[in-house]
């Protein structure tokens, strides 16, 4: 798609020893901003330059309005300002755009708020953090500008492919042996003392359930927090809820079900525990095709897999995530689930037979 067009026009006043400046633009073209759509950035405040101003023209001062401006942070993202970005940057091409938009939210970078905009995880600024401090070469705009220019140069024939390879990896080979070797599971400390111990100091750390915060004075102190950053980017420290009653009973010995959260997650357990050792489990609406009994959601070292309850007597098991849809073809009753690194998943039929494959790909966000 062609690149968007925009006529600007400038008037600068003179008032004595004040210098007075106004910018204005106009979209003459969208290009593939018809496709991304337009939004004006919320910040700013919308005006009108008028067509009759003339170069040295005298103007009047017809009224003073005194208004005191803060600085304001720039407004957080949209895929239509994201690409705008990256287009004035020099980074991707039209055609890796939506690969890009899709990659920072299948990986859990970035989440979208009530107005349709990206708000950075703590996975993506650790994530962030972690490569420009240890990889700081190719975290640069410029490198990755560049980078695309010689990639262009070598389709051109103007440049060797093994030449820009070499140039590259020999530097690069340093830094990511020197990043293998000191890089461990970060901890960002935020300032704050520990209310357990009174000594250590809170850092927001890596778990398998996620980040939280915990005492760097660890394993004396064992004090973890789950919490919640501001938009300022200040740390609250959240309680750790205990576990939850609920209305439903345990179908081996009749008490209450309760919510739990483990290292994997949220999940629903027996509130008899430990005499009583009922885990719900997510049951697939098919039967076995082997012995008819039900087949469960189960989890091996935080790896999903789906098999049939009367193991080890049966041994149906399925390898990864399932869609709990009917093959077209040959009525299978489920099809597996494979995602991709772009944030599209492929659904295919099991049986080698039929073959039937589709990719499905997420809509594009408004």
Known sequence: MKPALYAQRTVTIQGGIYTFKVTGSTLIFDGFLKVYGVEEDENEENGTIPKELKEKEALALSKTTPK??????????????????????????PSTYAT???TIRARSYTTLDAKRRFNPTELGMTVTKMLSDNLPKIMDYKFTAVMEEDLDKIAQGE?????????FYDAFEKDLDTFRGEARRPADPIGMKCP?????????????????????????????????RAEDGTIELIATEGPKL??????????????????????IACSGYPECKYIQQTKAQFP??????????KQWKGKVFWGCKNYPECKFVIFGDIEEETCPQCKNPYLLKKYEKDGSFTLSCPTKECGFKKTVVPQPLN
């Open 288 to 297: 076995c095709p082997l012995d008819k009994g039900e087949v469960l959601k």
């Open 159 to 167: 440049l060797q492919r093994d030449d820009l390879l070499n140039q």
């Open 246 to 267: 609920l209305e439903e009973k345990c179908p081996n010995c009749g008490k209450q079900l309760r919510s739990l959260m483990g290292r994997f997650g949220p999940f």
């Open 196 to 228: 357990e111990c009174k000594e250590g100091e809170l850092a927001i750390r890596i778990g398998k359930a996620g980040h939280f915060v915990g005492c760097l004075r660890y394993p004396e102190c064992k004090f973890t927090s789950n919490f919640k």
């Open 68 to 93: 005191q401006h803060f600085t304001q942070p720039p407004a957080r993202f949209t895929e239509a300002s994201l690409v705008k970005e990256l287009e004035k940057e020099g980074i991707g091409r």
């Open 100 to 102: 890009i938009l899709n």
